[in-house]
């Protein structure tokens, strides 16, 4: 028997002979199983390949990341926006050149999942692993050897210099 099986039969046990209604108690005993129960995981490590990369909305991880990088990006954009030009900017354009490429690439997948025909979708995930991959890579040249990325940003609100003769 797996591991979590066990941890849901022995969470469910313990929590029939409380009273609540169905719903809330099978959602209670698959939260209990994996927070209280002895056994948790087959101890297996989880590995990221490729295919976890290409299918990045089919995952527990993938999703988690999603969602928290949603949050971190309603912090960091203005943050950096607002701190620009600081020393504390160069870190948050590294952030930034990462996160919103990731938080777009697992975004499309979802959309790719929802949309694109099943027999185009290994195509379609691989065409947008390339494309944020590249957007990743230049992103980073921006940022490394570049203005950054919040510089670049507010250089397009700012007023162009008149070169006077």
Known sequence: MHCTAMATRRASSVLSSL???GALLNRTSRTNAFLHGRCISTGQ????NVQSLVEADSGAVGTKFYHLSNTALLVAAPLALFLSPSPLTFPLDL???VAFPVHGHIGINYII???VPRASRPLA???LLGATTVTVLGLLKLNLSGPGLTETYKS???AEKKEEA
């Open 45 to 48: 490590p989880k590995k990221v």
């Open 19 to 21: 009273p609540s209604s």
């Open 113 to 115: 999942s929802d949309y």
């Open 156 to 158: 397009l609100w700012r």
């Open 125 to 127: 995930r691989y065409v």
């Open 95 to 97: 952030f930034l050149g």
